[in-house]
T-cell receptor, first 117, second 112 residues
Framework: GAVVSQHPSRVICKSGTSVKIECRSLDFQATTMFWYRQFPKQSLMLMATSNEGSKATYEQGVEKDKFLINHASLTLSTLTVTSAHPEDSSFYIC?????????????FGPGTRLTVL | AQSVAQPEDQVNVAEGNPLTVKCTYSVSGNPYLFWYVQYPNRGLQFLLKYITGDNLVKGSYGFEAEFNKSQTSFHLKKPSALVSDSALYFCAVRDYGQNFVFGPGTRLSVLP
């Protein structure tokens, strides 16, 4: 099956710094990539949807200037958490779709655990 | 608007017994339904999906799910649970052209 990787798997940073998380589709071209946030014992909340070469579409309540998304190629999307604060600590998961078809499942990365001190 | 409910936060079952994880949904059009499993500190793994056709869908690791349109349900089942099935299970729905909406998740514990 299709594989999505994320890097890093775990990151600890100081408050006020910026952190970049990479999401790669390893064996397919991802027309669309998604970024989710998951708090402990909670479900995934969609943060934004990105299509290669265009601006990301953010969900209501998600600050686009704080969570910068770049989808520079069909295999790579990055999420940068700018000026991170402890409340940004969470599990961030990306997913990718190889087709705009709604029939297709999304393929999920293994997640990145961000801890902001 | 789409929504997904998983009425049980936690399901406990003895190893070897059948298991059911419940899911109900609400969409405006034809539903595309999915089940995913998440192990600790891992991303989601696809189990199965219903798009159209036979209401009983078979998926990975011996799991299956039954689509019931009249009850708007898509319960996940397995005839004989394994301890290794212990994980967090998410039901998701997508209306055509829309994004996934995930349920709150159900934690399955299979006791040896």
């Amino acid at each position: 099956g299709a594989v999505v990787s994320q890097h890093p798997s775990r990151v600890i940073c100081k408050s006020g710094t910026s952190v970049k998380i990479e999401c790669r589709s390893l064996d397919f071209q991802a027309t669309t990539m998604f970024w989710y946030r998951q708090f402990p014992k909670q479900s995934l909340m969609l943060m934004a949807t990105s299509n290669e070469g265009s601006k990301a579409t953010y969900e209501q309540g998600v600050e686009k200037d704080k969570f910068l998304i770049n989808h520079a190629s069909l295999t790579l999307s990055t999420l940068t958490v700018t000026s991170a604060h402890p409340e940004d600590s969470s599990f961030y998961i990306c997913s990718a779709r190889d087709s705009p078809s709604s029939y297709n499942e999304q393929f999920f990365g293994p997640g990145t655990r961000l801890t902001v001190l | 608007a789409q929504s997904v409910a998983q009425p049980e936060d936690q399901v406990n079952v003895a190893e070897g017994n059948p298991l059911t994880v419940k899911c109900t949904y609400s969409v405006s059009g034809n539903p595309y339904l999915f089940w995913y499993v998440q192990y600790p500190n891992r991303g989601l793994q696809f189990l199965l999906k219903y798009i159209t056709g036979d209401n009983l869908v078979k998926g990975s690791y011996g799991f299956e799910a039954e689509f019931n349109k009249s009850q708007t349900s898509f319960h996940l089942k397995k005839p004989s649970a394994l301890v290794s099935d212990s994980a967090l299970y998410f039901c998701a729905v997508r209306d055509y052209g829309q994004n996934f909406v995930f349920g709150p998740g159900t934690r399955l514990s299979v006791l040896p």
